[in-house]
Every structure is written in structure tokens, then in C-alpha cells.
């Protein structure tokens, strides 16, 4: 995710006051004030993750939220009464989550690292969101990133993973090979594009884990896919 730094500071930087006035910041979208398609995509995810996390995860643990972004799913977490740890390689997304936590009275922790890097928030946990993030990060760098996350967890900890889902289509199929083949090999499109990696599909996932996690279970919907690891 590193090399897209300077794409997510810069819509941070665009649309901060949207969010931070937005009524319902965990399913905000470029589209919130008209409830356009991508709101209504949104807002299908965010329920599906919290499903999830309903049923995996408990109060009684603090959860981990990599990638959190401005603190979407965070500031769900927080209002559930979760304690919550976020982190996130873009200084201008923690500002907004920090600002956002104090808005509404929410406690939560805030961190700007890069886990590539070998930073950490300090301390392990047994319950770690890594939502859309995967995608984000070079292919030859995705086994260290989790490595990196396997170092921060307690026996038997569980990940819930989530990934934009490959469809079938040829135009989804052609869009993530030109990921593959041109567009991740360029700065020039690392630092404009939200997506110019290939996403991981299940055989990836599956190449990716050994010796660290193992598959619980997964679910595909028609635009995510979940998978919840448990740390071996």
C-alpha cells in the first residue's frame, strides 16, 4: 500500500470535510448525498462485515483494524463498544478517523505505519480486520505483509479478510490481467489508481497463508469476497 500513499492522501485531502460532516460516515461514498450506485454498494459491504465480525469476533477482545482508512468499519466498531486499534499507511486518512472519534465521543487508537516497513502498533491481538487492503499491496510484497500481520497475533487469533471479487466476465477478467501485466509496474499509475494490482483471488489466498493461517471459512458475494483465517 505504501506506493499508493499519495493517492489516498490526496482524496483525504478532497473530501475530509465531506466526511467528517457526513451523518453516517461508516457508509460514506464520493455518491452519498444522492444514495448513488456506489453508496448502495457500500452500504451492502459495511452490513455483510458486520455480520461477520458479529459472529466471529467478541467484545471482550480489542480488534485490530489494518488498513482502517478513515475508520469506516472502526468507528462501527467503536459504536458496538469494541475496542479498536487502527492503522493505516496514509497520514491524512488517520487525521480524519482520529477527528472523527472525537466528534462522537469514541475512544480508539490511530497509528500511521507501514507494516512493510516493520512497524507496529505494540502488543498482539487475537481479533485483526483486514478489509480491501490486500489488494493494495504489491504481489511479491504480500507474503511478508502477512507475515508482518502473523507476528502481531496471540494462538489461534482470527483474520477476517476481505477483497474485491473477480468476476467471470471477460472485462473483469482483461481489467485485472492489464493489473498484472502493465498497470502495477508503473508509479505513474501506482500513485493515480485505487487498483493498479492485480486482486487476489481464492488460489492466491490459498498460496499466500502456509504456515501462518489456515481458511475457516469464505464467502463470495456478487462484489466481495470474505475469508475468515485462523492463525495456525
Given at each position: 500500500?505504501?506506493?499508493?500513499?499519495?493517492?489516498?492522501?490526496?482524496f483525504?485531502?478532497?473530501?475530509?470535510?465531506?466526511?467528517?460532516?457526513?451523518p453516517?460516515?461508516a457508509?460514506w461514498?464520493?455518491?452519498?448525498?444522492?444514495?448513488g450506485?456506489?453508496?448502495q454498494e457500500?452500504?451492502?459491504?459495511?452490513?455483510?462485515?458486520?455480520?461477520?465480525i458479529?459472529?466471529?469476533?467478541?467484545k471482550?477482545?480489542?480488534?485490530?483494524d489494518?488498513?482502517?482508512?478513515?475508520?469506516r468499519q472502526?468507528f462501527l466498531?467503536?459504536k458496538?463498544g469494541?475496542?479498536v486499534t487502527g492503522?493505516?499507511?496514509?497520514d491524512?486518512?488517520?487525521?480524519?478517523a482520529?477527528?472523527?472519534?472525537?466528534?462522537?465521543?469514541y475512544?480508539g487508537r490511530?497509528?500511521?505505519?507501514d507494516?512493510?516497513?516493520?512497524?507496529?502498533?505494540?502488543?498482539?491481538?487475537?481479533?485483526?480486520?483486514?478489509?480491501?487492503?490486500?489488494e493494495?499491496i504489491?504481489?511479491f510484497?504480500?507474503?511478508?505483509f502477512?507475515?508482518?500481520i502473523?507476528q502481531l497475533t496471540?494462538?489461534?487469533?482470527?483474520?477476517?479478510v476481505?477483497l474485491?471479487h473477480?468476476?467471470?466476465?471477460?472485462?473483469?477478467?482483461?481489467?485485472?490481467?492489464?493489473r498484472?501485466?502493465?498497470t502495477?509496474?508503473?508509479?505513474?499509475f501506482?500513485n493515480?489508481?485505487?487498483?493498479?494490482?492485480?486482486?487476489?483471488?481464492?488460489?492466491?489466498?490459498v498460496?499466500l497463508?502456509?504456515?501462518?493461517?489456515?481458511i475457516?471459512?469464505?464467502l463470495?458475494s456478487?462484489d466481495t469476497d470474505y475469508?475468515?483465517?485462523?492463525?495456525?
Amino acid at each position: 500500500m505504501n506506493n499508493q500513499v499519495s493517492y489516498y492522501n490526496r482524496f483525504g485531502k478532497q473530501f475530509e470535510q465531506s466526511i467528517l460532516e457526513c451523518p453516517e460516515p461508516a457508509v460514506w461514498t464520493t455518491d452519498y448525498a444522492h444514495k448513488g450506485r456506489v453508496y448502495q454498494e457500500m452500504k451492502v459491504r459495511v452490513a455483510q462485515q458486520q455480520k461477520l465480525i458479529t459472529e466471529f469476533f467478541t467484545k471482550e477482545e480489542p480488534v485490530l483494524d489494518i488498513g482502517c482508512g478513515f475508520g469506516r468499519q472502526a468507528f462501527l466498531l467503536a459504536k458496538e463498544g469494541f475496542s479498536v486499534t487502527g492503522t493505516d499507511t496514509s497520514d491524512i486518512f488517520i487525521s480524519i478517523a482520529k477527528k472523527l472519534f472525537n466528534k462522537y465521543g469514541y475512544k480508539g487508537r490511530f497509528y500511521c505505519m507501514d507494516m512493510l516497513n516493520g512497524e507496529n502498533p505494540g502488543g498482539v491481538f487475537k481479533q485483526l480486520l483486514l478489509l480491501d487492503v490486500l489488494e493494495h499491496i504489491r504481489p511479491f510484497q504480500r507474503r511478508k505483509f502477512l507475515e508482518q500481520i502473523f507476528q502481531l497475533t496471540t494462538p489461534c487469533a482470527k483474520l477476517i479478510v476481505s477483497l474485491p471479487h473477480v468476476k467471470k466476465r471477460l472485462s473483469s477478467q482483461v481489467n485485472n490481467r492489464v493489473r498484472k501485466g502493465i498497470t502495477q509496474h508503473f508509479v505513474y499509475f501506482t500513485n493515480r489508481e485505487e487498483h493498479p494490482y492485480p486482486i487476489p483471488e481464492k488460489k492466491d489466498i490459498v498460496k499466500l497463508i502456509p504456515a501462518l493461517f489456515s481458511i475457516e471459512r469464505e464467502l463470495t458475494s456478487p462484489d466481495t469476497d470474505y475469508y475468515m483465517l485462523t492463525k495456525i
